[in-house]
């Protein structure tokens, strides 16, 4: 059930939205070795934003699983501030990742808990 979350102040067109979307989507389940099926990703562009003391491009990333190995966190930060340089242009000093890793019986899906 991973969840990723960006919020960012770049601006992203309707088609740049959904391919984002997309490759998002694959690098989490990548990354966590989980099925796809199971992966939600969100984005808000033009969110108005300022880090360090100013509007240069920047964004903000949470990462919520079940499971997320609290070792793994430095490497995962690596590889999302990595696809969000690759994709959006944003320095990596630029992004803040943000890690949750929720009790199972915390996260529902499907008229359950996991």
Known sequence: M?????????N?????TTEFLQKASQTVSAMLGKSENYVMV???????????GTTD???????????LPETAT??????????????????????YVEFSGPER???????KTF
């Open 57 to 67: 491009p920047t964004a903000y990333l949470q990462l919520t699983s079940l499971g």
């Open 12 to 16: 992203l067109s309707k088609d740049q």
């Open 74 to 95: 430095t490497d995962f930060s690596r590889l999302l501030c990595g696809f969000i340089n690759k994709e959006l242009g944003i320095a990596a000093e630029r992004i």
């Open 2 to 10: 991973p969840y990723l979350s960006i919020q960012t102040n770049q």
């Open 42 to 52: 969100a984005i808000q562009d033009a969110s108005p934003m300022m880090f360090a």
């Open 105 to 111: 019986h915390m996260w529902g899906w499907n008229n």
